[in-house]
Structures are given as structure tokens and as C-alpha cells.
């Protein structure tokens, strides 16, 4: 079956299966949350408000709550970041750098750069 939207007083929820009121002319809306494509942070507030006020009602209240937050937005590189990269990546592939695991933590000195072995 299609999703479809519902509308419930001024919100519509988006239903993922329409289950029938045992006299068959109610439709109730079943919300379906993917957990799996949920940040550790969302899971945590979901569980909690299940908790708190129940399986039905937490799924709603943070199906609203998720539809009010912005759409996460590709966060634009980091320019310096991009930079060091683009400098030190063709001598990784002449072989001539090595980047040991746990990489390097590099900083700014006085008219200089500092590059010393990250501690673990």
C-alpha cells in the first residue's frame, strides 16, 4: 500500500499502514519510525519518551518534534582542512609520506608549523 496523508486536526502525519476500527469505519494512523537511520541523540529521545508517556503518544510526539527540527545540511568542508589534504595526498601516493595510524596533531608556531605524533 502507498503512504498516504492523513490529515489529523491542523498536523498530517504520513501512515505507513491503515489499521481498521473493528467496526470499519475508523482508519487510524500507524506512524513507523526507521530507527536505524536515527542519530545516537534521536534513538535516546525516543526511547526516553516512550518511557515517560508510552508507545503510541512517544512515537507521535517525536514524529512532530523530528518534523519541526531543519533538515540537516551539508556542512561545507572545512577550508584548511581541504587544503592540507590536497597538499600532502600526492605525496602519500608517491610514497614519499607515510602517515603512521593515529596520525599527526599539527599546530601553529611562532613563524613556524609544528608537526608531532598525536599521543594515544
Known sequence: MRPVDLPIGAICYRAIDLERHPEGAIAVPSIEIDESGLTK????????LRKSIGEEIAERAFFEWL??????ANAAPD?????IVDTLWPLVQQGTLAIPRGGYLIRRGRGRIIVEPAKR
Open 41 to 48: 541523540g534521536q534513538r535516546r529521545k525516543l526511547n526516553a
Open 67 to 72: 518534523s519541526s527540527q531543519p533538515a540537516a
Open 79 to 83: 577550508e584548511n582542512a581541504t587544503l
